[in-house]
C-alpha cells in the first residue's frame, strides 16, 4: 500500500465516453480536498490528475524536482514514477482522480462518434508521460459542482456527474495538446446536456450571490454567449431562472418545514426577510405566511 494511503477510504467509480472511448474513473468518495501526505516514489498502471486547492509542495516525477502550490495541476501516465513533499508550514491539499479507457465495440458504443476526434484523444493520453499546468487552471467550480452531487446525491446525481466528468477531462486534454481538438465540433446534443449539468449545478447554489460573469466563467462563454445559451435551455433569463429556483425552493420549506420565513429567506439568499416577502408576493401572488396556510389547507384559503 503507498505510504499515507487510508485503507478504509471508500471509492467512487463511474464510467464516461468521449469520443469513441469509454474512460472506467476512480475518486475518493465525496472527490474532497484533501490534505497531501507525503509519500515515497511509485507508480501506477492507470492514469492520475491531480489537483492541488492549497498548500505548496514538492513533486518528483523521474528524477526531476518540480515546485508546486495552489492551482496548479498535474497528470501523470502509466508506469511513471513520481512522488510528493508537502511544504510542512505550508500543507498541501487537493483532489485526485485516476482513470483507464478502452475502445468498446461499435455496439456497445451506442452512438456514433468522429473518427478523428477519438484518435486525437487516444494519441494524446499514450503519449501522456506527465504534463503541469500552474496558470490557474483548476476548474474548481466544476469540482465543487462534483462533490456536491456525490455528497448529496440528488436524483439524476450519477448522470449529472458523468456530464460534469465529460467535460471535466475534455478541458483538461485540450490543455494538454490544444489544437489536436481544434477541428472537432461536439454535437449539440451532447454539448447542451453538459451545458444543462453546469448550469443546473451552479443554480443549486441559491443561497449565494450569483452573477451571470461567474457562470459564464464556468461555461467558458461570454456573458452574452451565457445569456442567450440561458434562454435556448430554459426560455428564461438568468436573473429570472435565479429568481424561480428560489422561490420553488423556498415554497418547498414552507410546506415541508416548520422553520421562521426569516430564516427561510436567508436559506434561498435574502438577508433581509422584507426583500423577500415582495419578491415572494409578487410571484406567487402570495405573503409567504399565506402561502404556508393556503399550501396546508389545499390553496382555499385567503392571500
Known amino acids: 500500500m503507498r505510504q499515507g494511503a487510508n485503507p478504509t477510504m471508500q471509492r467512487f467509480h463511474l464510467q464516461v465516453t468521449i469520443g469513441a472511448l469509454r474512460f472506467d474513473i476512480s475518486l475518493d468518495d465525496g472527490f474532497n480536498r484533501a490534505m497531501y501526505r507525503s509519500t515515497d516514489k511509485h507508480n501506477h498502471s492507470v492514469y492520475e490528475i491531480h489537483f492541488i486547492t492549497g498548500g505548496s509542495g514538492t513533486l518528483l516525477i523521474n528524477n526531476a524536482e518540480l515546485t508546486v502550490g495552489q492551482n496548479t495541476w498535474y497528470a501523470v501516465g502509466p508506469g511513471v514514477y513520481h512522488a510528493i513533499k508537502p511544504n510542512g508550514e505550508d500543507p498541501l491539499t487537493r483532489c485526485y482522480l485516476q482513470f483507464t479507457f478502452d475502445e468498446p465495440s461499435a455496439r ?120 442567450r445559451v440561458i434562454e435556448e435551455l430554459y426560455k428564461t433569463t438568468f436573473k429570472q431562472k435565479l429568481l424561480d429556483t428560489r422561490i420553488e425552493v423556498a415554497k418547498d420549506l414552507l410546506v415541508r418545514t416548520p422553520l421562521a420565513v426569516g430564516d427561510i429567506a436567508e436559506r434561498v439568499g435574502y438577508s433581509l426577510q422584507r426583500n423577500f416577502g415582495q419578491v415572494f408576493r409578487n410571484k406567487t401572488g402570495f405573503s409567504p405566511s399565506a402561502y404556508r396556510r393556503s399550501a396546508r389547507n389545499g390553496f382555499g384559503g385567503q392571500r
Do not use: N, W
Not at 451552479?202 to 457562470?215: G, H, M, V
Open 108 to 227: 456497445d458504443r451506442g452512438h456514433c462518434a468522429e473518427p478523428s476526434e477519438t484518435e486525437h484523444i487516444r494519441s494524446v493520453l499514450k503519449q501522456l508521460s506527465f504534463f503541469r499546468k500552474d496558470t490557474g487552471a483548476i476548474p474548481i467550480e466544476t469540482i465543487g459542482a462534483i462533490h456536491r452531487e456525490i455528497k448529496c446525491r440528488p436524483v439524476g446525481f450519477y448522470s449529472r456527474i458523468q456530464a460534469l466528468f465529460t467535460l471535466l477531462l475534455t478541458d483538461l486534454i485540450r490543455e494538454m495538446i490544444p489544437e489536436t481538438t481544434a477541428d472537432y465540433t461536439m454535437p449539440a446534443a451532447i454539448r447542451d446536456d453538459m451545458r444543462s449539468s453546469l448550469i443546473d449545478a451552479f443554480f443549486d447554489r441559491y443561497d449565494e450571490q450569483l452573477t451571470i460573469a461567474e457562470l459564464a466563467k464556468q461555461l467558458h462563454l461570454s456573458t452574452k454567449q451565457t445569456g
